[in-house]
């Protein structure tokens, strides 16, 4: 036995055991408890003096089913880090003042979530900042440290004067609902709804509004800068931070749709408007009058530009994202990126340019365009990285991660680019990368654990109209290239998204591939990062080119790999996924099992019962009465009479996005058809499921039912 011994990444030694010269790996396999060991690290905050930051790290717990975040500060030099919030309440959004004494941040631990303030210079235990009715969120800080914006929770009916000061201790909120909706009895649990938009996601809305705060924190005084029935930021297709303070402080910028019926509008705007200490100045402007989605404001350091990420086409929530700049000087807008064809995630300023950020073939690629020339240079590329945070010195904070590690913080000093490499090809995109150094090391967990993990590995063949697919591959663990596996075929939501080399927690890969599957992860038509025409092509035509590209993706790997066992395969999929599983069922006997999670079963009662009538309204170009076939063309209730393969069901009771009827209708369908099939109902989830007790329950019942019917 020969003992090796050598440095692991610069952190800590490894020892691996080498038995007659072949290297003798503990090989633990990939569990759910394993999973929920991760400690995810996300939202870093760079203090202003750049040697320090702030981060959110968050822990599930199935056993007490909680999930609790914290707060951590990470000395950048050593890598040091110390919790900040300790107990046993909830705390997010660490947010720097300007001159780095103080830190705010949202906290559970008193009113529901408010704003708390940590000393940080000075010493001290954190105090609170905001109380009342509706909590706080999303707190930003003026330049001059004197005042902060938040977001907050507000009712918005001719019933109630916002006087929640008598509301009595018991059925507190039962009351406060009752008078939201003027009802005569104060104990009944009814709901009066006049208009859409009502509902949303897992919650009713309940007649509440999220509107625009400012606080004046040495004071106390504040004042709703957007007060009506509208939401600042939007209800939906927001961004990670959708208002800001101008440089100098006397405006602020912020996103609200501002149609009568947000239900069918994606018409997100950008609005500013001058702020005199907390007062509001004038009346609010709207500068971005396209009637497509916009969002994300953020002004130039020198404040001469506000800039923004908007969209062309109105309705269309996947259309191409794209960096616009307003002029405050001329009240002209320009544009940048008119001919990179990628859709803009996340960005930030950097003196005559914008470093951003795009899916990219799989990955999440960093970039920058200078406001000058409007020329774009890339990064990397193979490479998922987001949450970018500039640093005072130029170099850019942000996390990473890949399919075998979780998130961690990096830091990155960008060198010398290339040309946007944004063909697509028959080979997988190119690893390319610049000098970056991993500040935090969260992601070793699972080789702590002894697990080894195997990586995606990318594959391209033809699909539909011949053009080139990506897709990944992961092998089981302790993968034999003798045997034959069968197969767990994976099918993404949205239908506007992708797969990414990234670490996913809801349909986490390596959890299967540990119960010696291979996984396939394809990007049919309609995925992103592939240019927009590509995305472009699902919508009318969900079970069209984007089936096709799957089906001859499956033909691919069988044909390719010969450690498949063909005769072995399930398909699972949510959402979109859920869809394509269902039409799955009424087109093809190729599987032996599959599994549809709040998937849409009948097209009809799905565009009447869901909440975003805007989505259903651009992918059939109009509402059932509108355009009947277009909803039947692709409904899988209409080929109920080809259902044969078992199947799992599982709907959330709250998802109102794929509703509840979609489930139960397609387990009826099922069982009607004497179809071996199993519904798996969480009264208490929405579209995902989210509780970690629920989350090891949805594991184990797709586990085992899957394991049930693939060999049968």
Known sequence: IIFQLHKAQGLRAKCNVVWAGIEMKKGTKMTFEALMKVKRISDPQVHPGGKLAAFVETVHDPGENKVRSTIKLLDLDSGRERDLTPGEHSDSSPRWSPDGKKLLFVSDRKDGSQLWVLPFEEGGEAYQLTTGEGGASQPVWAPDGTRIAFARSVIVSPHFDGNAEDLPKEDRELVLRSRTYGLVNERSTARVEDSLLFRHWDHWRDRKRSHLFIMDIGTGKMNDLTPGDADVPPVSLGGSQDFVFSPGGDEIAYVMNPDPVVAVSTNNSIFVRGIDGTEPVGEPRNISVTGAMDLEPRYSPDGSYLSYLGAERPGYEADRLRIRLYDRRTGKTSHLLERFDRSVSEYLWNGDGFYFTAPDRGYLSLYRVSTESGDVIQYTSGVYQKELRMMPDGSLLMT?????????????????????????????????????ERVTDHGSVFEREGIELNPLESFVFRGADDDPVHGFLLKPQGFDQSRKYPLLFIIHGGPQSAFFDHFHYRWNPQLFAGEEYVVVEINPRGSTGYGQKFTDQISGDWGGRCYEDLMKGLDFVLDTFEFIDGDHIAAAGASFG???????????????????????????????????????????????????????RFSPHMFVQNFRTPMLVVQGELDFRCPVSEGISLFTALQVMNVPSRLLYFPDEGHWVEKPANSEVWYRTVRDFIAEHIRS
């Open 400 to 436: 990473r991660e890949d399919a075998r590690r979780p998130a961690d913080i990096h830091i990155m000093r960008p060198g010398k680019g290339v040309p946007p490499l944004l063909e697509i090809t028959k080979e997988p995109p190119p690893r390319m990368d610049q000098e970056v």
């Open 578 to 632: 859920g869809f394509m599983v269902n039409w799955i069922q009424g087109h093809t006997d190729r599987f032996r099992v599959l599994v549809s999670h709040d998937g849409i079963f009948n097209q009809e009662t799905m565009s009447y019962m869901t909440e975003e009538l805007w989505f259903d309204i651009w992918e059939h170009r109009g509402m059932p009465h509108e355009d009947h076939e277009s909803f039947l």
